[in-house]
Each structure stands twice: as structure tokens, then as C-alpha cells.
């Protein structure tokens, strides 16, 4: 099965820089994620690996093959659809052996091939059914059915459990990865749903501006953002900002507004630099009792919202400071709204960034 390289890509649409001088490796047999938010470029870009549109610029490889120039038909390309794009004339069993059909193979062929791929996705009692009698997801289940019927080395799914409920969505994208490592597929998933791509893929590569901000594993993603983008993109954080007023290599102790000072990590930043302290909402503890220990700043709580498995508070600090934490809802005693608490975070548990030159509201923008 195909690895995908593209290499030094841009597309224009116009004005617009939709994609911009992108370079990506995405291995064999991977499930890959392009995440973003909407018209960061992801859409365009899997288009472009398809040959439904072509590069302004650059090259794309399907295994060591360049396909600039190869109709989308000719690259063993199975893309799956938001919108299912089912053929509304046809029952499920004529859309899922249509690509067998016209790519000329015999009729047993086809029919022996169309009933492994309905068995795959469980929906062969359905496969006299019309799209307009079946489900959300059962389309799904087809328009994934049919891309694999006809033969596809690569899978491409745009977007493609947008449109479903949240708990079929849930289901169906964990059977997606298992089929696709079943039959060994190279596999790049567009979404703009974080958790999503989180929970399927193998590497994720974060984009933002047509251009890729970070690729790595979803707990590289989380546990070590490169910027602040990201970290606010994967999974939310608290960022704090502040000035490094002391460090001794290791260490260093920044102030906050309001003359508050704590300590993290520190092996790159020099006193009297800005900074942004990012603490994602776990790793912020919340009690009604004063702590004495490193990191420890006083509030109240001004929200709380359960949320089934975690209840989030949060939490004004004294220097008017907001931060979020979450915590177990079945675990302890729930705090209310106006109770005094005191927080308190590791040293380790924060990620430092240099104050970005246009902002901390413009560099977490999603748009």
C-alpha cells in the first residue's frame, strides 16, 4: 500500500492562498488526520491528493509515483464524502459495486467483491435498500463500502462523519480505522473535530492558514505543543501571561498581573521576557483549602458546569485572572458558585511560549 509525499504544494484560488507551500509525509498504512479549523486549507489539500484539483505549485507523490498529472480514477483513490454522495437511483448493493463494474470487471468478480465489502461494514440484509430508506449512518457505512469496492490503495474521508448524530459518529469512526488497518490501507482523515482525530489516528498534523503548524502523535499534540495555537486547539488551555522576573537555568519565577509569582521550568527564556504559560484544565488542582506550596493563587468560583463525566469550574483568579479545570464528577464533594478556592499547578505541568508578536487573541484565533 501507498505512502503519500507532497512536497513544496500551493493552490490559489484567486486572491486566496488556500494551501501554502505545504510539505507532508504520510506513511504506508497509516491513518493519518489533517485537523484544523474551517478553511485552514485541509479540504483542499485531500482534494488535491485526490486529483480533483491540481497544485499551483509543487509535486505529490502516491507511493514513488508522481501524480500531478494523473486523472483521480487512475490513482487508486477511495474518497468518502461528507455528504455520502450516494447515487439516489441505485440500491445500496448497485452503488457499492459500481466502481467493480466500470473498471470492467467480470460480473462474479464484482458480486463476490460486493458482498465481502457489505459484510465488512454490516449492512448486507440492507443491500436492496435505497438511500432514502436507510440511516445516516447506514449511508456512511455504503459511500465507505463503495470506495473500498473499487479497489481503493488509499482512502480519503472528507469531513466524512460531519453530518452524522454524536453517537453513531462515536461508533462508526472506530470501525472506520479497524477496517482500514484490516486491509492495510493508507488512510487521511479531514476533520475539524479535535477529539475525533484524537481518538483514530496515528499521527495528526494541525493546520492552520493553509499552512501545517505541527505533525506528530496525538500525545505529542497534547502533552507538547510547539505553539500556542496548538495548545489551544488540542484539547483547550489557561494561559497565563506574564514576565520571567528571575531563572537560574532550570527554573524560573514569572509575574503574573497583579504581582503574582510562579514558578516552571525554564531552560531557554532570560529575565525580563514576555511569556505565555499554557496549563491544560487538568492539570489545575481546586480546593477550598489554602495550599502551601509552589503555585498556589487564590479565586473564587464564578461557574460550574456538569458535563456527565467531569464537572468544570471556573475560576476568577485575584488578579482577575480566568481559568477553567475539570474534574471527575463522581469524585469528592461538588464546589458551588461564590466559594473561595485556592489553585495550584507543578512546575512541569505548564508550557512556556514567547508572547507572540501580534497578540494572545489573534495567535489562538481559529479563523
Known sequence: ???????????????????????LHIHDMEYFALLGPSGCGKTTLLRL?????????????IGDKLVNDIPPEDRDVGF????????????????????????????KKAETIGHEVLEMVKLHERLEAFPNELSGGMMQRIALARALAAGAKLLLLDEALGQLDAKVRNELRYEI?????????TSIHVTHDQSEAMAISDRIAVMRKGTIVQ??????????????????FIGGANFLEGY?????????????????????LNNSAKKGERVVLAIRPEALNVGKE?????????????????EGTNIRYEIRLENQDLVITVRPSMIGEWLKVGEKVTTTFPPEKSRMFKYPEKGLKEEITVE
Do not use: C
Not at 1 to 23: C, E, H, Q, W, Y
Not at 215 to 232: C, D, R, S, W
Not at 245 to 264: F, K, P
Open 1 to 23: 500500500m501507498p505512502d503519500v509525499r507532497i512536497v513544496n504544494v500551493t493552490k490559489r484560488f484567486g486572491k486566496l492562498v488556500a494551501v501554502d507551500n505545504v510539505s
Open 49 to 61: 491528493i485526490a486529483g480533483l484539483i491540481q497544485p499551483d505549485e509543487g509535486e505529490i507523490y
Open 80 to 107: 468518502v464524502f461528507q455528504t455520502f454522495a450516494l447515487f439516489p437511483h441505485m440500491n445500496a448493493w448497485n452503488n457499492v459495486t459500481y466502481g467493480p463494474r466500470v473498471k470492467g470487471y467480470d460480473m
Open 177 to 185: 480505522r479497524r477496517m482500514a488497518k484490516d486491509l492495510g490501507l
Open 215 to 232: 505533525v506528530g502523535t496525538p500525545q505529542e499534540l497534547y502533552m507538547a505543543p510547539k505553539n500556542i495555537f496548538v495548545a489551544h
Open 244 to 264: 520571567i522576573s528571575n531563572t537560574n537555568g532550570t527554573e524560573a519565577t514569572v509575574e503574573l498581573r497583579g504581582d503574582l509569582r510562579i514558578r516552571i
Open 290 to 306: 489554602s495550599k502551601n506550596e509552589k503555585n498556589s493563587i487564590s479565586g473564587s468560583i464564578e461557574r460550574v458546569t456538569f
